[in-house]
Every structure is written in C-alpha cells, then in structure tokens.
C-alpha cells in the first residue's frame, strides 16, 4: 500500500497527544517505512482486569485506529501474565490479582467491545503470557540486571515513598521491566500509553537498546476526566460512559459533563474531523449547551448508530425536558388492597442495586412518584386496581407501577 506523505500521517498521530519521545526518530521512522513502503509496529499493552470499556479507554484505542488507519501494523497486547499480577503497587483495591480464567473470560468481552474501535481484520492480538510465563528464574535475574535501583527510583511514585520511608516491595519493579520485555519481544516501533505510563514506555527503549534493537517511540495520550469534571474516568469513580451502555444512558451521562470538558471529548473520543475542531471551539463559547447535545449525540451515532442517536435526543427531552414518562416505561405489576414498601418496589424493578443505594437516592431526592420527590425513606404504597403511578430512580430510570 501507499503511505500518505509523513507531514500529514504527523498531523493525525498528533492530535490529543501530549508528549512523543523523541519525536524526531519518529519522523525518521515514518520517513523510513514510506520510503520502504514498510508499516510500523503500532503496540498497545492492555491488562484485561475488568471485562467492559469506556470512553476513558477509547482514547487510546481511537489512536491505535488511527495507526492503522494510515497503514501500519497495529499489535494489541492481552496482559494474560501481568494481569494475574494484579496492582503492582498493593495500592489499587479495584486490582486484585485474577485467575487465568478470568483473564481469558476479561480479554474475549475486551475484544468483542474493542471491535467497535479497532479494524480486527487489521489487527494482531497476542498474550503476553506466551513469553513472560515461559521465562525461567535466570532469565527474570538476567533481565532485571538490566537496569539499576537507581534508574527505578526515578520513578515519581516509587521515589515519593521511597522519601516518605514506605515500603517497596521487590515484585514492582519487575512490573516495567515486564512491559519493557514485551516490547524487545515484539521488535516494537511505536509504544501508545497513557501519560501515567510514560515511565513503564521509556524502560521498553531501555531494554530494546540493551538488547541491540532499534529504540520504540513512546506516544503518550492524556487520561480522560470523567464526568463529574475531577477525577479521571473509571468505573470506581462512576464518573465513565461505557461504549457499549443504552443509547439513552450514555447520551444522559454525555450531556452531564461540565462545559470546559465539551472540546477536550470531542478531541479524544470522537470522530469529528480535525479540520472541524476549530469551529465547534467557537460554538462551544457560543452555544454550549446545544454543541454538548451534538457531542452527545455524535458520541451515541459511533457506537450505536443515527437511528439510536436520534432516538436517545428524543427520550431525554421528553424525560427530561418535558418531564414525561416515555412510552416504551416497563410495566410493574403489584398486588392490589396491599401496603407495598418503596424500597421492595424499586429492588422489584431492578432500578437500584441495593437498598442501601435506594434509601441514599431518596435522602438525595433521586426517587420521584408522579414527578413528586419522595422524602420518607419508610415510604410505603398502597394500589387499587386501577393505579396507575409514575415511578422514577436517578436520571434515566422510568417505570409504571399498577394494582392487579
């Protein structure tokens, strides 16, 4: 195939990017593969720990598609053996080591939801496991020769509690070194991460060098805020948007980020074309509220469609704006002439995962029965036999409930 001329391939990578290391040599290399009309070894390391995708992980996968996209070799790395590690640091409760089988089980949902993304036609797929559970004890003590105490105290979080006098146990400093490996293993010329990789990406041109090979790039992209406008997007936070949610869920949650967010999404995780991103700049100063409905219905179209985009536009102004009760509300039957508590309603309706969460909505006044805020978290209902209530849990929940 034909490259496009370097300067134009340079435009795409850079978009959203916060740092190459060093861009120069990536210039040469995509210089190089044009000339030899040779793609380039695109890697994206991902540990399967949890088997559903979010916005905050298409950021990377959209740049890995764009790698291929402009014709290079996209290599998708499943953390088979780092991922049964777990947390390296013991710090991240959210990662607790996982069996092989709940690696397997994790990185085929991964897939199936990054094919949504990714070009599978296009795109390699290897465990690491393949290697790194085939190294023997020598050659684990072989490879961590490689590089000094020293060079690992670099690190930010390694040095601050290193200053602090926390421990540090022995087994994360062989996490980077694992990663590196698989970058020498793969003969990588390009890296993708996160910019809170940047250090486990630069011990993979360490290790390459060691090892007599040609450095990779480090392409680093940055962590996406979540909704909530603080933290970065994580399930854990339950600030995210899942990429394969209801059309109507996601777009809710989409129109809830705050407005100086509004540009930096359609940056990362739309399709929006970058000759276009200085013109919603302008009518996001102007119209904000209208060019966040166009982000979240932009952001509906690419994983579910027009149709479900302008379908979700639809419910929420008449959930939301207008207030009503949309048509397609499942129907919850209850015997009629008896006391019902709220609480037994709701956990019926499969609207909230626990009591506990539904008494919290209601101190929150997140639970409304015809567009009445309920505030007695005791609250019962009694039903005749042609009762007819409105029921509405959080934002996006909607329900009929009648006597029988």
Not at 29 to 58: E, F, M, Y
Not at 150 to 165: G, L, P, Q, T, V
Not at 304 to 333: C, L, Q, R, S, Y
Not at 357 to 362: F, H, L, V
Request: glycine letters at 6%; charged letters at 30%.
């Amino acid at each position: 195939m034909s490259f496009l001329p370097v300067e134009e391939q340079l435009e795409i990578i850079e978009r959203g990017t916060v740092e190459i290391v060093p861009k120069e040599e990536l210039i040469e290399k995509l210089k190089r593969s044009r000339k030899q009309n040779k793609p380039l070894k695109i890697k994206l390391g991902v540990d399967p720990t949890r088997p559903d995708l979010h916005l905050g992980h298409s950021v990377i996968l959209r740049k890995l598609r764009q790698f291929q996209d402009l014709g290079h070799e996209a290599i998708l790395i499943i953390g088979g053996f780092t991922a049964m590690i777990g947390d390296p640091t013991g710090q991240n409760k959210t990662r607790p080591p996982l069996s092989e089988k709940e690696v397997k089980e994790n990185a085929l949902t991964y897939i199936e939801q990054a094919k949504k993304i990714l070009d599978t036609e296009r795109l390699t797929i290897v465990d690491n496991n393949d290697w790194l559970g085939e190294m023997n004890f020598f050659e684990v003590i072989r490879l961590a020769s490689k590089l000094t105490v020293a060079r690992m105290i670099e690190r930010d979080d390694f040095s601050k509690r290193f200053d602090n006098n926390e421990p540090i146990s022995l087994h994360e400093f062989l996490y980077p070194l694992a990663q590196g490996q698989d970058s020498v293993h793969l003969h990588s010329d390009v890296e993708l991460g996160g910019t809170d990789q940047k250090f486990n990406l630069l011990i993979g041109r360490h290790l390459q060098k060691e090892d007599g090979q040609e450095q990779q790039i480090c392409l680093m992209m940055p962590l996406l805020v979540g909704t909530d406008g603080t933290m970065k997007m994580s399930k854990s936070y339950e600030n995210y948007i899942g990429i394969d949610e209801d059309p109507n869920e996601m777009y809710g949650k989409a129109l809830s980020i705050p407005d100086d967010l509004i540009y930096e999404y359609y940056e990362l995780v739309t399709d929006i074309a970058t000759d276009d991103l200085p013109n919603i700049k302008v009518n996001i100063e102007k119209d904000p509220r209208n060019t966040k409905h166009d982000l979240a219905h932009t952001i509906v179209r690419m994983y579910h469609g027009e149709a479900a985009a302008h379908a979700a536009k639809d419910h929420f102004e008449k959930t939301v704006i207008n207030k009503e009760v949309p048509d397609d509300a499942p129907v919850f039957e209850f015997e009629s002439g008896v006391e019902h508590r709220l609480l037994d309603i709701i956990k019926e309706t499969g609207f909230s995962p626990s009591n506990g969460e539904t008494k919290r909505m209601i101190k929150q006044g997140g639970i409304s029965l015809d567009d009445e805020k309920v505030k007695d978290i005791n609250h019962s209902v009694t039903l005749s036999s042609d009762s007819e209530i409105a029921l509405k849990v959080g934002k996006r929940n909607f329900g009929l409930i009648k006597g029988k």
